[in-house]
Structures are given as structure tokens and as C-alpha cells.
């Protein structure tokens, strides 16, 4: 029972993880990365769509991104949502495909994308910690119910306290590792 417990929270830690990867990856680090556009949505014949789903996006070299839609007539709309978009690049249109130039971070811009970063970890750190708080409480409850003894609740909660720092430890890392990145010049 308790194992179906700690199961259960390495899998909720590891999407954690999946969704902090996914976040950090939609961070701009100076460099192209076509997954820095995965949160542009289109006008598409009137329905709002993912830039994935009507575009390919390349990265043919570092600092250049480019779109090229599946269907030329939604290149206006692409190019319309990438300047009304957070990131701050301004797309050139051939009429075939879109290339966005991703220009050099300042150092003041590094430092507020490390902010960013950080708290972005935090809240994956908040989730972890959720996670845990959520696990214990089961037991607490296993317990409760006459499923587990006081000695196996110990246990299981130190198991749980290992699991989450061990996910712990994986954010940490994720998280030097994006910092390095993006402090790179």
C-alpha cells in the first residue's frame, strides 16, 4: 500500500519535472530554439491554433529561427502573432517563410531571464513540496485507518522525504544548468 504511495509520487514528481523542463525551454537564452515559440497561438481561419500546427519552425543556424507555413496563406497571421507575442523579436516575411532574428541578450536582460528562471524553479520546488505534503497525508491517513503502524509510517515518510529529495536535486540542476545558458555570451 505504502509503495502504491511512493509511486504515485514519483509520478507526479516527474511530470513536475516534464513541466519544468517544458518551461524552461520556453525561456529565450540568446540562442534559437524552435520550442521558444511553442506558446504562439494563430488566428486560423478564425479559430485559434498553435504555431506548431499550421508551420514548421527550424533553427538553421544559432541565432535564426525559421517558419515556414504549411499553408501560405496563414504567413500574415503567423507574422501578425509573433510581434503581438511576449518575446520581443520582430519577424521578416518573404511571402514563403518568416525568419526571426534572435539577437544578442544584454547583460541586463541576462539578469532578469535568471530572475525569471529561478522562479520558475520555485514553483516547480512549491509543486514538489505539494507533492510530498499530499503523499504524507495519505499515510498519515493509511495509518489512521489501522493500514499502517507507526513504525511503517515512519519509514514510508522518510522514503517519501528521499523521493522528493531526489527531485529536489534534479530542479537544482535543471536550474544551473539554464542559468549557465543563459549567462553564456
Keep these: 500500500m505504502q509503495l502504491e504511495v511512493h509511486k504515485r509520487l514519483e509520478e507526479k514528481m516527474t ?27 494563430v488566428d486560423y481561419y478564425g ?16 541565432r535564426l529561427l525559421i517558419i515556414q507555413p504549411y499553408d501560405p496563406s496563414v504567413i500574415n497571421g ?16 518573404d511571402g514563403k517563410i518568416i525568419r526571426l532574428n534572435i539577437p544578442q541578450l544584454t547583460e541586463e536582460r541576462r539578469k532578469e531571464l535568471t530572475k ?6 520555485e514553483e516547480g520546488r512549491v509543486a514538489l513540496r505539494n507533492g ?16 499502517l503502524t507507526e513504525d511503517d ?24 544548468k539554464k542559468e549557465l545558458e543563459i549567462l553564456e555570451v
Design 15 to 41: 511530470k513536475t519535472l516534464g513541466v519544468l523542463k517544458d518551461d524552461f525551454n520556453s525561456i529565450r537564452a540568446g540562442k534559437a530554439n524552435p520550442s521558444m515559440l511553442d506558446r504562439i497561438t
Design 47 to 62: 479559430s485559434i491554433t498553435p504555431l506548431k500546427q499550421v508551420a514548421s519552425v527550424s533553427a538553421p543556424e544559432p
Design 78 to 93: 503567423i507574422e501578425k502573432a509573433l510581434m503581438m507575442s511576449d518575446l520581443g523579436l520582430n519577424p521578416s516575411n
Design 116 to 121: 525569471v528562471v529561478k522562479r520558475v524553479a
Design 132 to 147: 510530498r505534503r499530499d503523499a504524507n497525508e495519505q499515510l498519515k491517513k493509511m495509518e489512521k485507518d489501522s493500514e
Design 153 to 176: 509510517l515512519k519509514q514510508a515518510q522518510e522514503e517519501v522525504q528521499k523521493i522528493t529529495d531526489k527531485f529536489n536535486k534534479q530542479v537544482d540542476e535543471m536550474l544551473v
